[in-house]
């Protein structure tokens, strides 16, 4: 249960509010080393959590028919650095040995990840209140080159959280 907080939110804090509700979306994915090419739906549930401090977000991809990969994402914001953080645990099992970062151009949250197995860019351009734009791209180690993973455009399903859904 989240309890009302005895504090008023950053303006960054609320920023991240964009991210929570129901959402449906259509998806290409492009060939990888882990996937093939190809189509698919996915469904995106997110509720603030401790005061709206932090957005929890589940993401579930389906393609054929069946949940094909699935995240668990924690965004919060680090004042001491002014970034936006984004905790990602997913089905590939890779365990992040840090958060990804990032900041907000205009409506648009861009974040970046690096690990040995090369840097992930995720962006989040919101077109709307309801409807936004997803871009994950991959750059392997050693590469200056930035490969498309999955692109997406996402409509709200229901305006507040995983419980309405």
Sequence with gaps: ???????????????LQALVGAWRGEEEVSATQWTTA??????????????????????????????????????????????????????MGFVPAAPATGTWGGNTLTLLRSSPRGSARVSYDFDSNDSYRMRLQFQPPGSDVWQDMVSGVYSRVSPSSINDF
Excluded: C, I, K
């Excluded at 959590?49 to 914001?77: A, I, K, P, T």
């Design 38 to 91: 190809g189509t698919a739906t996915a469904e995106v549930l997110a509720e603030a959590e401790f005061g709206g401090l932090f957005v929890v977000q589940r993401y579930r991809q389906h393609r054929d028919g069946e949940v094909s990969f699935g995240s668990r994402n924690v965004f919060g914001f680090d004042q001491q650095n002014s970034v936006v953080t984004m905790h990602q645990f997913d089905s």
């Design 1 to 15: 249960m989240n309890a009302a907080p005895s504090f008023s939110l950053s303006a960054d804090h609320q920023r």
